[in-house]
């Protein structure tokens, strides 16, 4: 019987299979020898072991067209990635590691700025509006006050949507005001420290409406941008990888060479300062790593 895979916990996976049914699998000993690890998003084989009891064998791994490390989900059509625009502030060079990570990956991002409540949409857009000369569709959203929740909707419809981002900015949030039948668990902020508490632990896919899906995901505090030379960072910049052999150097990282048109953009602001800073950042990351 087929089914996919919507958590995992502690070696066991829940299936959702054809029947409608929930099946509570072990996946057999021949994925533990080949280093194959079922994902959430995964669509399986299962063998019933215990009809009454909803227990099974996953037997299979049906073809990916995609995985993703962090947070390790399988066939994604697009990833939104959640960040507060307030509480916790927003760090965007974790952002930007992020983007650079989906890029590589070639998994479409929206990205969505949650709790607009709390500061006031002009500031919101002041803060933000780097990234809207990015490339990347940007939405403002309040899961607290149900803002801007449709626009939201409307990009989920027909996909499976992974949810990331930072601990604490509202991603079961989201969901709940999505699909309050959902009930993910979702954590206080602590006044103090202003981080939330990890109250997401298992990746789990939820059952929007037919054919749409969402990836509740636990928060990240840290993302590396490795597996790549620093010459490559530029592709995974939209906004820089236009520029693209159209300096006066062919070969130009838009870095210290002279006549870059990335420069020239970053001074008449057609290209975020903050994103191009994260992009020189990085790329000195990784030609620092190559040394060793
Ligand atoms: N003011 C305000 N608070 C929000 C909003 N969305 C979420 N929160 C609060 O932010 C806190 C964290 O929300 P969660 O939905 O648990 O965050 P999360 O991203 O799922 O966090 P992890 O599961 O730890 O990764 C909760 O106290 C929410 O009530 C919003 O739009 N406005
Ligand atoms: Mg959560
Ligand atoms: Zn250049």
């Known amino acids: 019987m087929q089914g996919k895979i919507i958590k995992g916990i502690g070696g066991f996976y829940y299936v959702h299979a054809e029947d409608g049914q929930e099946y509570e699998c072990r996946a057999k000993g021949i994925f533990r020898n080949k280093k194959i690890k079922p994902l959430v998003g995964d669509n399986v084989i299962i063998e019933v072991l215990d009809e009454l009891n909803n227990l099974g064998n996953i037997v299979e791994i049906l073809p990916r067209f995609n995985a993703l490390i962090r947070p390790a989900v399988a066939n994604v059509d697009q990833t939104v990635v959640i960040f507060a625009v307030s509480a916790p502030e927003p760090n965007f060079n974790l952002l930007d590691r992020f983007l650079v990570n ?9 990205i969505c700025f949650n709790k607009i409540d709390l500061a006031g949409f002009d500031k919101c857009r002041e803060a933000c509006a780097s990234y809207e000369k990015s490339g990347y569709k940007v939405l403002y959203i309040s899961a607290g006050t149900n803002t801007g929740i449709e626009n939201l909707n409307e990009i989920l419809h027909g996909k499976t949507t992974v949810f990331a981002g930072p601990s604490g900015v509202g991603k079961s949030s989201t969901l709940n005001a999505i699909k309050p039948e959902a009930m993910a668990e979702t954590g206080n902020i602590s006044e103090k420290i202003k981080r939330g ?22 928060g990240f505090s840290s993302l590396y941008v490795d597996a790549l030379d620093a010459d490559e960072l530029k592709d995974y910049f939209p906004e820089i990888a236009v520029y693209t052999g159209k300096c006066k150097f062919n070969m130009c990282n ?15 602001g057609r290209i975020s300062r903050i994103r191009y800073d994260n992009y020189v950042m990085l790329y000195n990351n990784l030609k620092e790593k190559r040394k060793w």
């Open 254 to 268: 838009h870095i210290s060479e002279p006549g870059c048109l990335v420069k020239e953009a970053v001074q008449n």
């Open 197 to 218: 508490k990890h109250t997401t632990r298992h990746s789990e896919l939820i059952c929007i409406y037919d054919d749409t899906y969402i990836m509740d995901t636990p």
């Open 102 to 110: 989906m890029e590589q990956a070639e998994v479409n991002t929206v």
